[in-house]
Protein backbone atom coordinates (compact mmCIF):
# COMPACT_ATOMS: atom_id res chain seq x y z
CA UNK A 1 0.00 0.00 0.00
CA UNK A 2 1.18 3.09 -1.07
CA UNK A 3 1.55 5.98 1.62
CA UNK A 4 1.04 9.55 0.34
CA UNK A 5 1.55 12.74 2.71
CA UNK A 6 -0.62 15.60 1.91
CA UNK A 7 -2.62 18.43 3.05
CA UNK A 8 -6.08 19.42 2.85
CA UNK A 9 -7.76 23.14 3.01
CA UNK A 10 -10.71 21.81 4.72
CA UNK A 11 -11.10 19.07 7.60
CA UNK A 12 -14.47 19.42 7.17
CA UNK A 13 -16.53 17.63 4.29
CA UNK A 14 -20.45 17.01 4.59
CA UNK A 15 -22.14 14.28 3.22
CA UNK A 16 -25.18 13.62 1.68
CA UNK A 17 -27.11 13.39 4.77
CA UNK A 18 -26.02 16.68 5.47
CA UNK A 19 -24.11 15.16 8.49
CA UNK A 20 -20.21 16.91 8.87
CA UNK A 21 -17.63 14.26 8.72
CA UNK A 22 -13.79 14.01 9.07
CA UNK A 23 -10.99 11.83 7.28
CA UNK A 24 -7.82 11.96 8.84
CA UNK A 25 -6.48 9.81 5.71
CA UNK A 26 -8.06 9.10 2.27
CA UNK A 27 -7.86 5.65 1.10
CA UNK A 28 -8.54 2.08 3.23
CA UNK A 29 -6.34 -1.19 3.68
CA UNK A 30 -9.01 -3.48 4.15
CA UNK A 31 -9.64 -4.05 1.14
CA UNK A 32 -13.23 -5.09 0.84
CA UNK A 33 -15.08 -6.42 -2.30
CA UNK A 34 -18.04 -4.80 -1.61
CA UNK A 35 -16.85 -1.28 -0.74
CA UNK A 36 -18.81 1.68 -2.05
CA UNK A 37 -15.60 3.86 -2.52
CA UNK A 38 -14.00 1.07 -4.87
CA UNK A 39 -16.11 3.17 -7.84
CA UNK A 40 -13.93 6.61 -7.21
CA UNK A 41 -11.15 6.32 -9.46
CA UNK A 42 -7.77 6.46 -7.57
CA UNK A 43 -9.32 5.89 -4.18
CA UNK A 44 -7.62 2.20 -3.68
CA UNK A 45 -4.17 1.51 -3.33
CA UNK A 46 -2.95 4.03 -1.21
CA UNK A 47 -3.69 6.09 1.80
CA UNK A 48 -3.30 9.63 1.96
CA UNK A 49 -2.07 11.15 4.84
CA UNK A 50 -3.96 14.31 5.68
CA UNK A 51 -0.98 16.16 8.09
CA UNK A 52 -3.30 19.56 8.76
CA UNK A 53 -6.03 17.92 9.40
CA UNK A 54 -6.40 18.75 13.04
CA UNK A 55 -4.83 21.99 12.90
CA UNK A 56 -7.44 22.83 10.09
CA UNK A 57 -10.40 21.13 12.12
CA UNK A 58 -9.35 23.88 15.31
CA UNK A 59 -10.54 26.40 12.70
CA UNK A 60 -13.88 25.10 12.05
CA UNK A 61 -14.56 24.09 15.90
CA UNK A 62 -13.98 27.56 16.74
CA UNK A 63 -15.91 29.11 13.47
CA UNK A 64 -18.85 26.96 15.03
CA UNK A 65 -19.69 29.20 18.23
CA UNK A 66 -22.30 27.20 20.70
CA UNK A 67 -23.44 25.08 17.65
CA UNK A 68 -22.16 21.78 18.35
CA UNK A 69 -23.30 19.62 16.02
CA UNK A 70 -22.31 15.91 15.43
CA UNK A 71 -19.26 15.35 13.64
CA UNK A 72 -18.63 11.56 12.41
CA UNK A 73 -14.67 9.94 12.02
CA UNK A 74 -14.18 7.86 9.35
CA UNK A 75 -15.87 6.96 5.73
CA UNK A 76 -14.09 6.55 3.26
CA UNK A 77 -11.19 5.29 5.16
CA UNK A 78 -10.51 3.62 8.25
CA UNK A 79 -9.43 5.75 10.96
CA UNK A 80 -7.29 3.57 12.88
CA UNK A 81 -5.32 1.74 10.06
CA UNK A 82 -2.63 0.19 11.59
CA UNK A 83 -0.13 0.84 8.61
CA UNK A 84 -0.78 4.83 9.58
CA UNK A 85 -2.38 5.54 12.37
CA UNK A 86 -0.03 4.53 15.20
CA UNK A 87 2.85 6.61 13.58
CA UNK A 88 0.79 9.61 12.35
CA UNK A 89 -1.89 9.48 15.34
CA UNK A 90 -4.04 12.24 13.26
CA UNK A 91 -6.96 10.54 14.42
CA UNK A 92 -6.00 10.78 18.21
CA UNK A 93 -5.32 15.07 17.23
CA UNK A 94 -8.39 15.39 15.75
CA UNK A 95 -10.16 13.37 18.65
CA UNK A 96 -8.22 15.97 21.31
CA UNK A 97 -9.62 18.87 19.24
CA UNK A 98 -13.05 17.76 19.34
CA UNK A 99 -12.95 17.07 23.07
CA UNK A 100 -11.59 20.12 23.69
CA UNK A 101 -14.33 21.79 22.13
CA UNK A 102 -17.24 19.56 23.54
CA UNK A 103 -18.14 18.40 20.22
CA UNK A 104 -20.11 15.32 19.84
CA UNK A 105 -18.68 12.56 17.98
CA UNK A 106 -19.34 9.30 16.27
CA UNK A 107 -16.34 7.31 15.44
CA UNK A 108 -16.61 4.16 12.36
CA UNK A 109 -13.96 2.12 12.46
CA UNK A 110 -13.63 -1.99 11.58
CA UNK A 111 -10.99 -1.55 14.78
CA UNK A 112 -9.37 -4.28 12.52
CA UNK A 113 -6.17 -3.10 14.82
CA UNK A 114 -6.23 -2.76 18.97
CA UNK A 115 -4.60 0.76 18.68
CA UNK A 116 -8.33 1.73 18.95
CA UNK A 117 -7.86 1.20 22.41
CA UNK A 118 -4.78 3.83 22.95
CA UNK A 119 -7.54 6.29 22.90
CA UNK A 120 -9.76 5.36 25.70
CA UNK A 121 -8.27 8.12 28.05
CA UNK A 122 -9.89 10.56 25.46
CA UNK A 123 -13.07 8.37 25.16
CA UNK A 124 -13.74 8.73 28.80
CA UNK A 125 -13.46 12.28 28.58
CA UNK A 126 -16.01 12.77 25.56
CA UNK A 127 -19.45 12.41 27.15
CA UNK A 128 -21.64 12.48 23.69
CA UNK A 129 -19.07 9.63 22.18
CA UNK A 130 -20.30 6.99 20.24
CA UNK A 131 -18.16 4.55 18.59
CA UNK A 132 -19.52 2.15 15.80
CA UNK A 133 -17.34 -0.90 15.20
CA UNK A 134 -18.21 -2.52 11.72
CA UNK A 135 -17.78 -6.23 12.28
CA UNK A 136 -17.90 -7.84 8.34
CA UNK A 137 -14.09 -7.75 7.35
CA UNK A 138 -13.17 -10.34 5.89
CA UNK A 139 -9.57 -10.79 7.42
CA UNK A 140 -11.36 -11.37 10.68
CA UNK A 141 -14.25 -13.31 9.75
CA UNK A 142 -11.41 -15.63 8.36
CA UNK A 143 -9.53 -15.62 12.05
CA UNK A 144 -12.76 -16.19 13.72
CA UNK A 145 -13.06 -19.34 11.14
CA UNK A 146 -10.14 -20.29 12.44
CA UNK A 147 -11.04 -20.53 15.95
CA UNK A 148 -8.76 -17.21 16.37
CA UNK A 149 -9.64 -13.59 17.85
CA UNK A 150 -11.83 -11.46 16.07
CA UNK A 151 -9.90 -8.15 16.52
CA UNK A 152 -13.27 -6.21 15.96
CA UNK A 153 -15.23 -8.13 18.43
CA UNK A 154 -12.00 -7.58 20.95
CA UNK A 155 -12.13 -4.03 20.65
CA UNK A 156 -15.80 -3.61 20.76
CA UNK A 157 -16.70 -5.76 23.99
CA UNK A 158 -13.50 -3.69 25.65
CA UNK A 159 -15.01 -0.61 24.82
CA UNK A 160 -18.49 -1.81 26.72
CA UNK A 161 -16.70 -2.95 29.65
CA UNK A 162 -15.33 0.41 30.16
CA UNK A 163 -18.70 2.06 29.71
CA UNK A 164 -17.96 3.20 26.12
CA UNK A 165 -21.46 3.53 23.88
CA UNK A 166 -20.90 1.20 21.20
CA UNK A 167 -23.08 -0.45 18.26
CA UNK A 168 -21.55 -2.66 16.37
CA UNK A 169 -22.20 -2.79 12.18
CA UNK A 170 -22.32 -6.05 10.19
CA UNK A 171 -22.85 -4.98 6.43
CA UNK A 172 -23.40 -6.76 4.51
CA UNK A 173 -23.59 -9.95 5.31
CA UNK A 174 -22.44 -12.60 2.73
CA UNK A 175 -24.59 -15.74 2.87
CA UNK A 176 -22.61 -18.50 3.29
CA UNK A 177 -19.26 -16.54 3.51
CA UNK A 178 -19.86 -14.19 6.69
CA UNK A 179 -22.85 -15.21 8.65
CA UNK A 180 -23.57 -12.70 11.79
CA UNK A 181 -24.28 -16.29 14.16
CA UNK A 182 -20.73 -16.52 14.21
CA UNK A 183 -20.80 -12.69 15.63
CA UNK A 184 -23.58 -12.88 17.88
CA UNK A 185 -22.02 -15.72 19.64
CA UNK A 186 -18.98 -13.81 20.43
CA UNK A 187 -19.59 -10.44 20.82
CA UNK A 188 -21.02 -9.10 23.97
CA UNK A 189 -24.97 -9.34 24.03
CA UNK A 190 -25.75 -6.29 25.45
CA UNK A 191 -24.26 -4.58 22.33
CA UNK A 192 -26.62 -4.19 19.59
CA UNK A 193 -25.81 -5.17 15.44
CA UNK A 194 -27.13 -3.00 12.82
CA UNK A 195 -27.39 -5.48 9.26
CA UNK A 196 -27.63 -4.92 6.05
CA UNK A 197 -27.29 -6.79 2.75
CA UNK A 198 -25.02 -6.80 0.10
CA UNK A 199 -25.77 -4.32 -2.86
CA UNK A 200 -23.53 -4.57 -5.96
CA UNK A 201 -25.05 -3.56 -9.07
CA UNK A 202 -24.43 -5.09 -11.89
CA UNK A 203 -21.61 -4.42 -14.15
CA UNK A 204 -19.89 -2.65 -11.12
CA UNK A 205 -16.24 -3.38 -9.73
CA UNK A 206 -17.91 -4.75 -6.50
CA UNK A 207 -20.23 -7.45 -8.32
CA UNK A 208 -16.79 -8.16 -9.75
CA UNK A 209 -14.89 -8.31 -6.69
CA UNK A 210 -18.02 -10.16 -5.08
CA UNK A 211 -18.31 -12.72 -7.15
CA UNK A 212 -14.52 -13.12 -7.59
CA UNK A 213 -14.78 -13.69 -3.54
CA UNK A 214 -17.85 -16.27 -4.12
CA UNK A 215 -15.53 -18.36 -7.00
CA UNK A 216 -12.51 -18.50 -4.39
CA UNK A 217 -14.52 -19.25 -1.27
CA UNK A 218 -17.66 -21.27 -1.93
CA UNK A 219 -17.70 -22.00 -5.67
CA UNK A 220 -20.93 -23.96 -5.47
CA UNK A 221 -22.97 -20.62 -4.57
CA UNK A 222 -21.63 -18.92 -7.55
CA UNK A 223 -25.08 -19.40 -9.54
CA UNK A 224 -26.79 -18.09 -5.92
CA UNK A 225 -25.06 -15.06 -5.90
CA UNK A 226 -25.44 -14.19 -9.28
CA UNK A 227 -29.27 -14.45 -9.29
CA UNK A 228 -29.01 -12.32 -5.49
CA UNK A 229 -26.42 -9.41 -7.41
CA UNK A 230 -29.31 -9.34 -10.08
CA UNK A 231 -32.51 -8.77 -7.93
CA UNK A 232 -33.78 -11.95 -8.78
CA UNK A 233 -33.33 -13.59 -5.79
CA UNK A 234 -35.52 -13.20 -2.87
CA UNK A 235 -34.36 -16.17 -0.54
CA UNK A 236 -31.71 -14.67 0.50
CA UNK A 237 -33.71 -11.35 1.39
CA UNK A 238 -35.30 -13.19 3.67
CA UNK A 239 -31.96 -14.63 4.92
CA UNK A 240 -31.24 -11.00 5.94
CA UNK A 241 -34.68 -10.25 7.72
CA UNK A 242 -34.64 -13.50 9.47
CA UNK A 243 -31.97 -11.94 11.89
CA UNK A 244 -33.69 -8.48 12.12
CA UNK A 245 -35.24 -8.22 15.80
CA UNK A 246 -33.51 -11.15 17.12
CA UNK A 247 -30.59 -11.37 19.63
CA UNK A 248 -30.25 -7.63 19.66
CA UNK A 249 -30.25 -7.58 15.81
CA UNK A 250 -30.93 -4.77 14.05
CA UNK A 251 -31.77 -3.38 10.71
CA UNK A 252 -29.93 -0.51 9.11
CA UNK A 253 -30.04 2.38 9.38
CA UNK A 254 -28.56 3.16 13.07
CA UNK A 255 -30.34 4.60 15.70
CA UNK A 256 -28.42 7.81 17.35
S1 LIG B 1 -13.27 -0.92 5.77
FE1 LIG B 1 -14.85 0.39 4.84
S2 LIG B 1 -13.70 1.93 3.66
FE2 LIG B 1 -12.30 0.23 4.10
S3 LIG B 1 -12.41 -1.11 2.30
FE3 LIG B 1 -13.86 -1.89 3.83
S4 LIG B 1 -15.83 -0.93 3.32
FE4 LIG B 1 -14.21 0.25 2.26
Redesign the pocket.
Known amino acids: MKIEETNVKNAIEINEYGQPYINPYYG?????P?????SIKGWEGKIEVRLNIAERLEEYCLSMGEKKERVYIGS???PYMEEVEPQYGLTRECLKVLAKYNIPVTICT?ARSKIVLRDLDLFVQMKRLAVIT?LC?LDQMDQLQKKKEHMGIAVANQLYADGISVCATFAPILPGIADVEEIREKLNPEITIYVDKLYAEPGTIQEERVMELVEQKRPELLAVYQEYLNGEHKELDTYVKKYIGNKNIRAFPIEE
Open positions: CSAGCFCYWLYCDSER
